[in-house]
């Protein structure tokens, strides 16, 4: 089973690393798949009941997850969602299908189809399963353009409104940059139904010292631009955002007011610690706080802890999570407690553990920690296609070198093979997904184990 990143949560689009907005899959990832996750219930951490399972599976281009409903009447697993992805040969998702469960047998129920051209991604399109014309019908598609150095200058919209009908676009998002590659100018206009683009909102983008300094949005009204959303963009002595004040145009006072804030903070190594999300009140004419995330990291930097905490302002009560990972040697979550907001305790209680579980071939965990010659040397790394190994200083006893590659879960992903002793060679690595993987390399008791990343 190759590496590739496991989602395991999708709160957020994104969080901000190093002053930058990234995915948050990214902070949520383990080395390699699991090939399935038990995930267990009750009031308590030490007793709990079976609840679900998640299973994934990858096969040539095919990769799957199902989640499973564990019945403690009948003892029996039963069918619950399905996700299904088909990629292509550069391992782009060309085919996303979800199946739902009716009667205990999986039946289509949406999917998406993504083009590429050149690498980039032009086309997406979403359909939803008719289960009485049992046929797909249209719902969303986008097409994207693209300049020559991978910044996008068109982004379209269109609406299916039948199964047979035709994709009809119903707006469009236009991009400019200036001479360094920043964004500076959006325009967004609608058919509103017609065969003309009419004009709705154009926002404006500055910087200062590379940085993005504030955003103004204006929308197309009584025929003129007119002021309508403005973002401020403030940042630390080492560049990472720290906040951003979005403010509305109040036309009866002619002035920007206060809208809602965000404020993030960073530890020493640069990750995102805590984020929280406030709206003014005019009334008290001060931030008030209803959204928080936090994220706590080990020593090793994994994901350690993160929580988040919702406030909802009518009802006054708080509502959230907390899920705690625990990590083996090759950064693989094997463990994990969920907790959610309990307002009478006003504390996290306790909800559901789960275990995740991965099988194959795996490498000794004594290997990693015994290494006799750490001589051997690897580049480029990260690594393209090809990886160069330079065993210079390395002491064979034998004539062939044996070399491996497993997975960051101790799986073997590359099979055991022979090389004649040199000082260097090459080893196709084309075949892998991108992420990061232990190659051994061994000559009769000596041996090496390096991490390298795959690009």
């Not at 982004?155 to 299916?160: A, E, H, I, K, V």
């Not at 998002?173 to 360094?180: F, G, K, R, V």
Request: proline letters at 2%; one cysteine or more.
């Amino acid at each position: 089973m190759k590496n590739f990143i496991f989602l395991l949560l999708s709160i957020l689009d994104g969080i901000i690393v190093n002053g930058q907005i990234t995915p948050i899959y990214t902070k949520f990832q383990s080395g390699a798949i699991p090939d399935s996750i038990l995930i267990y219930s009750n009031t308590t951490e030490t007793d709990s009941l079976l609840q679900s399972k998640y299973v994934y599976s990858y096969s040539g281009n095919i990769k799957s997850q199902s989640i499973y409903l564990w019945d403690s009447v009948t003892k029996e697993w039963y069918n619950s969602n399905k996700h299904v992805d088909s990629l292509d040969t550069d391992k782009n998702i060309v085919l996303e299908v979800n199946y739902r469960s009716e009667n205990n047998v999986w039946t289509l129920y949406t999917k998406t189809e993504f083009i590429y051209s050149k690498g980039q991604k032009t086309s997406i399109s979403s359909f939803n399963w008719d289960v009485f014309e049992e046929k797909w019908e249209k719902g969303r598609k986008y097409e994207y353009d693209y300049l020559q150095d991978g910044k996008i200058t068109q982004l379209r919209y269109f609406n299916g409104y039948s199964i047979d009908s035709e994709w009809e676009i119903s707006s469009k998002t236009d991009y400019l940059y200036n001479q360094e590659g920043q964004l500076i100018y959006e325009y967004d206009s609608s058919t509103y139904g017609s065969d003309l683009f009419t004009p709705v909102y154009k926002t404006e983008h500055t910087y200062n010292m590379g940085k993005k300094e504030a955003s103004i949005t204006y929308r197309w009204k009584e025929n003129c631009w007119q002021n309508y959303m403005k973002q401020d963009y403030n940042y630390n002595s080492k560049d990472s955002l720290i906040c951003i004040i979005k403010y509305k145009y109040n036309n009866s006072d002619s002035l920007w007011d206060n809208n809602y804030r965000h404020q993030y903070d960073y530890d020493d190594a640069g990750n995102l610690v805590i984020e929280d999300e406030s709206t003014w009140d005019t009334a008290l004419s001060q931030w008030l706080i209803y959204t928080i995330y936090e994220w706590d990291y080990n020593q090793s930097n994994d994901l350690e802890c993160y929580l988040s905490r919702f406030y909802d302002l009518k009802l006054k009560t708080w509502s959230g999570s907390k899920h705690v990972y625990t990590y083996n040697f090759y950064k693989n979550i094997v463990y994990s407690l969920d907790y959610i907001w309990n307002n009478d305790l006003y504390d996290f209680k306790f909800s559901t553990k789960s275990f995740y579980y991965y099988s194959g071939d795996f490498v000794d965990i004594n290997d990693v920690k015994t290494i006799v010659h750490p001589v051997i040397k690897l580049y480029p790394n990260p690594c393209g296609n090809t990886l160069s190994v330079c065993t210079t200083g390395f002491e064979p006893t034998v004539e062939y070198l044996k070399c491996q590659i497993f997975d960051l879960a101790g799986r073997e992903v590359l099979p055991l093979w022979n090389i004649p002793y040199s000082e260097r060679f090459d080893i196709d690595v084309s075949e892998l997904f991108g992420g990061y993987y232990l190659l051994k390399v061994q000559t009769g008791k000596d041996f090496q184990v390096i991490k390298f990343l795959k690009k």
